[in-house]
């Protein structure tokens, strides 16, 4: 038989686990990009996470050093978001209420692996890095019952048929040409046919 203080530190221990697994599973699992540049450390990734193709995001960009935060460095640090070959400029701003947290705000439209490009000045320290936050996904990853198909994919489908439409167009309107001179011929060879008498 258990002592009282044996089924207190039992029952201590194991409320001590079960809190320590439920802290685990209620934070979120981030997946932002960590370098170190000179004396600083920059933390990269998105504010809402999984990031899903046409909703609108946060690229955060978190710079401190020593564990402290460094303000005041929205003049002097560039941001550019780069995905196949194109770069959109960002405009970087403070996080209200969190010092030393910049935000990008952006609507990825394309799924896939963005790079954010860091230019410029961090106090003393000149940077340029290019970091890759987590990647952008399908919004099928989170659609139920029926996946809705992509915003390029429709884009795609309605250019292909815009496509079509002009060729058909273009075909009728040379059938038409066609036909029109094809009775034109016709009314005039009736018209010079000579009359039998």
Do not use: C
């Not at 029952?11 to 079960?18: E, G, P, Y």
């Not at 685990?24 to 960590?34: D, E, I, V």
């Not at 920059?42 to 564990?67: F, Q, S």
């Amino acid at each position: 038989m258990l002592s009282r203080f044996h089924y207190l530190l039992i029952v201590t221990m194991a409320l001590i686990l079960w809190l320590g697994f439920a802290g685990l599973k209620a934070r979120p699992a981030l997946a932002h990009t960590r370098v170190e540049v000179g004396p600083y450390v920059v933390i990269v990734g998105w504010r809402n996470e999984p990031v899903i193709v046409g909703e609108r995001n946060t690229i955060l960009i978190e710079v401190n050093r020593a564990e402290v935060p460094v303000e005041g460095l929205e003049a002097s640090l560039k941001v550019q978001v780069l995905y196949a070959g194109r770069a959109f400029i960002g405009n970087l701003s403070p996080t209200p209420g969190s010092p030393g947290v910049y935000q990008v705000e952006i609507y990825p439209t394309a799924r896939g692996q963005y790079q954010v490009q860091l230019l410029g000045m961090i106090e003393d320290t000149a940077i340029d890095e290019v970091v890759e936050p987590e990647e952008v996904l399908s919004p099928g990853v989170l659609q139920f019952p029926e996946v809705q198909p992509e915003p390029n994919v429709l884009k795609n489908s309605v250019d292909a048929l815009e496509a079509q439409l002009q060729t058909a167009t273009t075909l009728a309107i040379v059938g038409i040409v066609v036909g029109v001179l094809g009775l034109g011929a016709a009314v005039f060879s009736l018209l010079r046919r000579p009359k039998s008498t």
